[in-house]
């Protein structure tokens, strides 16, 4: 049996994550992801799964082609511009640290960790999201 790996992170860091095994239409194959630490939980992380834009997150081509983030077609959709991805809300799980194959790098090999504005947009987000799940609204 593996052992689970301690990996330590900030809140927002992006890494390349193994979903394999996953079903249906859920993720899957190796993705980057946005981490955030479980408090008081070693070896699993809440992950939200990134993917690339494709013209269907959009609702006109236009907007596809502007990147405008205000018009994905679905709520639990969210463009990031930092990373040219799209957050699939709607895939939000947590993962177990062995998930992680490694952080993400920009050009000058440092960590990418999602800027300020756009941690908070995504917790917004989110917070209406299971709102909506959660009751009815």
Not at 10 to 24: A, E, K, M, P, S
Not at 44 to 64: G, R
Not at 75 to 95: G, R
């Given at each position: 049996?593996?052992?689970?790996?301690?990996?330590n992170f900030v809140d927002g860091?992006?890494?390349?994550?193994?979903?394999r095994g996953n079903v249906g239409?859920?993720?899957?194959?190796?993705?980057?992801?946005?981490?955030?630490?479980?408090?008081?939980?070693?070896?699993?992380?809440?992950?939200?799964?990134?993917?690339?834009?494709?013209?269907?997150?959009?609702?006109?081509?236009?907007?596809?082609?502007?990147?405008?983030?205000?018009?994905?077609?679905?709520?639990?959709?969210?463009?990031?511009?930092?990373?040219?991805?799209?957050?699939?809300?709607?895939?939000?799980?947590?993962?177990?640290?062995?998930?992680?194959?490694?952080?993400?790098?920009?050009?000058?090999?440092?960590?990418?960790?999602?800027?300020?504005?756009?941690?908070?947009?995504?917790?917004?987000?989110?917070?209406?999201?299971?709102?909506?799940?959660?009751?009815?609204?």
């Amino acid at each position: 049996m593996k052992k689970n790996k301690e990996i330590n992170f900030v809140d927002g860091t992006l890494c390349h994550i193994d979903f394999r095994g996953n079903v249906g239409s859920e993720i899957n194959s190796v993705h980057l992801g946005v981490l955030y630490n479980l408090p008081k939980i070693d070896n699993l992380a809440l992950c939200i799964p990134l993917t690339s834009p494709k013209e269907k997150h959009f609702k006109t081509k236009e907007d596809y082609n502007n990147r405008n983030y205000h018009e994905t077609k679905h709520f639990s959709w969210q463009y990031i511009k930092q990373t040219d991805s799209i957050a699939l809300l709607e895939q939000v799980k947590i993962i177990s640290s062995m998930r992680i194959k490694n952080f993400y790098e920009n050009q000058d090999k440092k960590i990418v960790v999602l800027d300020e504005y756009t941690q908070n947009l995504l917790r917004e987000k989110l917070i209406s999201y299971f709102k909506k799940i959660l009751y009815k609204k």
